[in-house]
């Protein structure tokens, strides 16, 4: 029990729990029908994942509640110490549709996913404040390496040193591949902007029409204020030895630009040299502040 070290798969460290156990991740078999939600953790996972299980049961709640992949339902890599079933084993078993979320970065998703032409979600989020929250949630989930201190957690992020490994190449990865996948790329900033706009790029995706005001119900029940009360979404039944809450909330704050309340100015000046190297040569760019 406790904190996991990491361990190197093709080049990304992953929780040794994940890297033991990858050739069953890697021969997992997608189905055409599968949808994959994906991410660098802490760029609005849940918040899409909602989204998607609200409008493939038309706006009603308790049916996305009850829906066999809602959001406590492990990623595709996760692996747990027996006698724990995998989130392969699990998902295996599971009815299709099914919609599977994933943190791995484009070049690590099971082969079958591509060859079987699987929908893809994408969301991604500035990373100054994709870092901040991964802070915060590592020091809450047990499972993941100790943060440390800011200063040096903020250096690991750069030197795509934390679990499921580099910001840059993630984001970078999935963006190169929608040229050629079903990627639908969305952004967390956009969501926060423009909810009704962003949900209904997601129904188009899904090829699934609701009315107006079904819509809105929609844009309310994921909002951070219906979300974080929501137990079925804020994580707040995960047992207290892997999420222990008295070092924090899953649903923290969910703003734009709360980086600005950790970067000091020397900070930000060389995250943004550094990011306009690693970033050099994209099209992808992000909006840091609203
Ligand atoms: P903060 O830590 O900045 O608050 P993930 O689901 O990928 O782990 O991402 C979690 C982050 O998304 C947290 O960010 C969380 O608060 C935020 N989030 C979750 N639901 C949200 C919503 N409905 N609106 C805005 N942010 C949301």
Request: aromatic share 12%; proline share 8%.
């Amino acid at each position: 029990e406790g904190r996991l070290p990491l361990k190197m798969v093709h080049g990304v460290p992953l929780l040794e729990l994940i890297s033991d156990n990858w050739k069953q991740v890697e021969q997992f078999q997608a189905r055409p029908d599968d949808l994959l939600i994906a991410t660098y953790p802490k760029a609005g996972t849940t918040w899409m994942q909602e989204i998607v299980d609200l409008i493939e049961n038309g706006g009603d709640l308790e049916k996305a509640r009850r829906a066999p992949t809602h959001i406590r339902f492990p990623f595709l890599e996760m692996t747990y110490p027996p006698p724990v079933p995998s989130g392969v084993d699990i998902l295996i078993a599971t009815p299709s549709p099914r919609v599977i979320k994933t943190h791995l970065p484009f070049q690590l998703v099971p082969k079958s996913f591509l060859v079987q032409n699987c929908k893809m979600i994408y969301v991604a989020r500035n990373p100054k404040d994709n870092v901040v929250s991964y802070f915060y949630f590592d020091q809450m989930n047990k499972m993941q390496p100790e943060p440390g201190p800011w200063e040096e957690y903020l250096q690991k992020f750069m030197d795509g040193n934390l679990s499921w490994g580099s910001w840059y190449e993630h984001v970078r990865g999935y963006w190169d591949a929608k040229k050629k996948h079903r990627i639908l790329y969305t952004f967390y900033e956009d969501m926060k902007r423009d909810p009704t706009g962003e949900i209904q790029k997601v129904m188009e995706f899904l090829e699934v029409d609701l009315a107006p005001d079904v819509l809105q119900k929609i844009v309310h029940y994921t909002s951070f204020k219906a979300m974080k009360e929501n137990p079925m979404a804020n994580y707040s039944t995960i047992p207290k030895n892997i999420f222990d809450v008295s070092c924090g909330k899953f649903m923290r704050k969910g703003e734009v630009g709360d980086w600005k309340n950790h970067f000091t100015v020397s900070q930000n000046e060389a995250f943004d040299e550094d990011y306009q190297h690693k970033m050099a040569g994209t099209t992808l760019t992000f909006q840091m502040e609203m």
